[in-house]
């Protein structure tokens, strides 16, 4: 009999374990599917470049679907994030993710640096032998700083959700010189000559490129949803609304993802059938392992051992909650559009409170770039090693500097990969041009690099969870009185505590026997 009912009870939780992650499992099976249709698709039929695109689709109308969602989803959270604490506990809270994503992108350019200099991709081969892809972005350091401030002010609201401010240089005719003069003719000559060679003056034209500006837009939401939360009673219908909105915008999320498995399985198979040359991640092979085993390292033990000495949990058990983000991250990298499934996964799997994720997630996608800075690091010494460019220890904390406030700041700038690129390697005198080496191997780095990011932003807000533990509880007392919280869910608690208590949302107590009191704090 009890064989009989280890067996039942193996079989209802096989049931109950693919219940919960079918999605994972589907999506899993998806990227196997599409590797192998791509491979056979590229093997076995010659399809011109039109025909590429219309096979790639349904995977372009996932990324539309995704991206669709990305801005209501983060107005209305970082509004409504914002909203639920009083300014000093988001001040705190902002203040330990700044932290902590600093100490992060700056512990993986170290480990970029190091991993770099001993295992020397560059040095076996040279420049010349190395086939060039795409052109160099025309920037300057300066300007490219500059538009990102410009960017976190922008000028029109409605315009900041599809356009971001870009600088254009546009040369000024020297002035004319006029013909009658006192001095002799050719030390006139002499000086325009001089003057023509060294001085270029310059005009700056603001053009705008296509794209969100999430960063004007998250700065924009946190000024907006402190306004808010200040207004007490007169702002809490404006808090309803966008928490609603928040709501609305998840079940749109979770409808979306039903159809992920299926826009990947394309996505992946058209970019296989896309790569012309295959030869190159062949020369470009000491390179991508060594921005590959940085990428794994930072995730494997940086990350998780961080994490473990401030939260005291399993890291690994997490990371596994996160798997559906992940998996997504790597198959369309892109922070942003994976934003939708961070939240689903931080929230639902791992429990963490949504007062943290909502203000924690969309300013980690915008900024915290971990993967990005290890990639720029590696990127850059790889580049000097192949000019047989010796650097000096000035140069290389200059990299590092560099690479950590360009991939900070990579959200505000469009192209972000190669522009930040191109600050780098003219912060410390090497050929900007370069950045086109290894461009043609960007595609597949950048899908890894994207996963690193997202995988940080999630560690991110467990680790400040954990460390706004106390704030939190006392919001939380403070809302049976003051309901001015829409969402003060007890995710500090364990998880058997959490299953009896209940927690006050949008003026209702909502209790986890599905006995619904209103309450009487509530004005509606």
Not at 366 to 382: C, K, P, S, W
Request: net charge neutral.
């Amino acid at each position: 009999m009890d064989m009989m009912g280890n067996k039942e009870r193996r079989g209802v939780n096989f049931k109950g374990l693919l219940k919960r992650n079918w999605l994972l499992i589907a999506t899993v099976i998806s990227v196997l599917l599409g590797i192998s249709l791509g491979v056979v698709v590229r093997e076995y039929a010659s399809l011109s470049h039109l025909h590429k695109q219309y096979f790639g689709f349904p995977g372009e109308i996932l990324m539309r679907m995704l991206k669709l969602v990305i801005l209501p989803l983060i107005i209305s959270s970082m509004i409504t994030g914002v909203a639920a604490l009083d300014s000093e506990v988001s001040g705190k809270i902002g203040l330990r993710a700044v932290v902590y994503y600093f100490s992060t992108t700056i512990i993986a350019v170290i480990l970029g640096i190091i991993l770099v200099m001993t295992i020397k991709p560059g040095v076996s081969q040279t420049a010349e032998h190395i086939d060039r892809a795409g052109t160099t972005p025309n920037v300057t350091t300066v300007d490219t700083l500059l538009d990102l401030l410009r960017n976190m002010f922008p000028e029109n609201l409605v315009q900041a959700c599809f356009q971001q401010y870009k600088t254009k240089r546009k040369e000024l005719e020297p002035p004319k010189v006029s013909a009658d003069t006192t001095t002799i003719p050719p030390l006139t000559t002499t000086i325009m000559a001089a003057v023509e060679n060294i001085t270029k003056d310059y005009k700056i034209i603001g053009t705008y490129s296509d794209g969100i500006n999430v960063l004007g837009l998250i700065v924009f939401c946190v000024a907006f949803g402190l306004v808010i939360g200040k207004m007490g009673e007169k702002g809490r219908i404006l808090l309803e609304f966008f928490d609603a909105l928040n709501e609305a915008t998840m079940k749109l999320v979770q409808i979306i993802m039903c159809y992920m498995p299926v826009g990947i399985l394309f996505l992946i198979a058209a970019k296989i059938i896309e790569v012309e040359d295959w030869e190159i991640f062949r020369k470009m092979g000491l390179y991508m392992v060594t921005v590959l085993s940085g990428l794994a390292i930072h995730a494997t033990i940086c990350l998780p051992l961080i994490f473990f000495v401030i939260v005291r949990k399993n890291p690994y058990t997490f990371t596994l909650g996160m798997a559906q983000a992940l998996v997504t991250a790597l198959m369309i990298s892109s922070s942003s559009a994976t934003l939708p499934v961070t939240f689903r996964c931080a929230e639902e799997n791992n429990r963490i409170d949504k007062r943290i994720t909502r203000f924690v997630l969309p300013v980690g996608a915008t900024i915290n770039m971990d993967g990005t800075a290890l990639y720029e690091a590696v990127a850059a010494i790889f580049i000097a090693q192949l000019n047989d460019y010796a650097l000096d220890v000035g140069q290389i904390v200059t990299i590092s500097i560099t690479a950590t406030v360009a991939s900070i700041g990579a959200a505000g700038v469009p192209n972000a990969g190669l522009v930040t690129m191109v600050i780098v390697l003219t912060a410390v005198g090497l050929p900007a041009s370069d950045v086109t080496l290894i461009v043609a191997v960007d595609w597949l780095l950048d899908r890894f690099r994207t996963m690193i990011n997202v995988l940080g932003d999630a560690y991110g807000a467990g680790i400040v969870q954990k460390l706004s533990k106390r704030e939190l509880e006392r919001m939380d007392l403070t809302s049976d009185v003051d309901v001015a919280n829409p969402f003060a869910l007890e995710a500090t608690l364990d998880d058997e505590e959490c299953e009896k208590k209940s927690y006050v949302n949008g003026g209702f107590t909502v209790d986890k026997t599905d006995a619904i009191s209103f309450t009487e704090t509530s004005q509606f």
